[in-house]
């Protein structure tokens, strides 16, 4: 599919062009929406150029998505969309740079592509010419990869709280001034009462699995925002000679808010490692709290178990069973015995 957004005297339009159709007088951008053969073939002849196949722009060594063909510049570049099953996937955006037209060739629907043609259409000075219409896209692209770094950090500060929240009840109680007014209130804490909620292994299998998923989307943005650096730093080269003062500086702007996106897509990746090795440890501790459980019974019952065994032997002179209070006081010995290692456990803080 191929759309044609032409400028005349109205303004600006798009213009949905059949194979084998000549492209109108004053179209400043063609857009090729997965173009066929034929498709390809028709827009390569306009420009006297060979347009890249699906195979060519697949290719992931730099030479084969930024280079230059006489006058005409090509520039492929990593994008984040969202898949028709719901997650956002990468996906690549070729920009075919003319003197006198810009193309763009996709194989994927992003939202913000829409909504930037959509704003074109209504605002014609957004694409007034080639250059203005590539800076507007790379702009869109930037902030779509921005917006996504957003709502990872807002998940991750979510998943980190659930981590590391601190589960106990607390209860607000009042100052009173000594004038019988309330002047302040604090929070306190009855540590003797307080009911601690730690959370499951099964919440924690949840926050492992959205931390691995933060951690994929971020991926994919630090892969596309490699792709754009890369691509600013070609296109600065190859460009910056046609472009005037203003366009120099909004490339130039480009250019720094992908690298502050880079550093910061850095950081948040360290973040989710640092989120998944915390996340392990509190279920590490879980599970030898549960061991040491297991443990503290088993010590605890080998004493009870050490007394019936002994009042359990078959000797004939066993004076104790004899006696009236034999079985009771057996049965209190065993009781003891099981009570003293869980108080000699608990007053050295292993409980």
């Known amino acids: 599919m191929i759309t044609a957004y032409v400028r005349d005297a109205a303004g600006l339009h ?33 420009l006297s150029v060979d347009l890249p196949t699906q195979d060519d ?5 730099t030479s084969s998505r930024l280079y230059t063909e006489g006058d005409v510049a090509f520039m492929t570049t990593p994008v984040i969309v969202r898949s028709a099953s719901g997650p956002l996937e990468r996906g ?8 006198d037209m810009l193309v763009t060739i996709r194989h994927t629907e992003p939202l913000w592509f829409a909504i930037f043609a959509a704003r074109a259409l209504r605002q014609a000075e957004l694409v007034c010419n080639p250059l203005e219409a590539f800076l507007g896209l790379l702009e869109a692209v930037v ?4 917006d996504v770094l957003e709502r990872v950090t807002a998940d991750l500060d979510r998943l980190s709280h659930r981590v590391f929240a601190d589960h106990e009840d607390r209860t607000v109680e009042p100052l009173v001034g000594r004038d019988g007014g309330v002047v302040q209130r604090k929070q306190v804490v009855d540590r003797q009462h307080v009911r601690r909620r730690p959370p499951t292994t099964v919440s924690m299998r949840a926050v492992i699995n959205a931390v691995g998923r933060a951690g ?5 943005v630090r892969d596309s925002l490699a792709g754009l650096e890369r691509l600013v730093a070609f296109a600065t080269t190859v460009a910056g000679p ?5 366009q120099k500086s909004r490339l130039k702007t480009i250019g720094r808010d992908v690298h502050s996106l880079v550093e910061h897509a850095a950081f948040q990746a360290m973040q989710t490692n ?11 501790i879980q599970q030898t709290n549960i061991i040491k459980i297991f443990s503290v019974a088993s010590v605890a019952f080998l004493p009870p178990t050490l007394v019936a065994s002994i009042y359990g032997m078959n000797f004939e002179h066993m004076p104790e069973l004899d006696w009236t209070w034999g079985y009771p006081l057996a049965l209190g010995l065993m009781v003891l015995a099981a009570l003293g290692p869980l108080w ?8």
């Open 274 to 284: 640092f989120l998944l090795d915390a996340t392990l440890g509190v279920i590490n």
């Open 57 to 61: 722009i697949n290719e992931i060594e």
């Open 92 to 99: 690549l955006l070729t920009f075919v740079l003319a003197p």
């Open 143 to 146: 902030d779509r990869a921005a």
């Open 242 to 246: 046609r472009m005037n003062k203003d």
């Open 216 to 220: 994929d989307l971020t991926q994919k």
């Open 14 to 46: 798009a213009q949905a062009l059949a194979t084998g159709e000549a492209v109108p007088p004053g179209t400043v951008w063609l857009d090729l929406l997965y173009p066929d053969e034929t498709e390809r073939l028709t827009v390569s002849n306009l």
């Open 344 to 351: 000699y456990f608990r007053k050295r803080g292993w409980l």
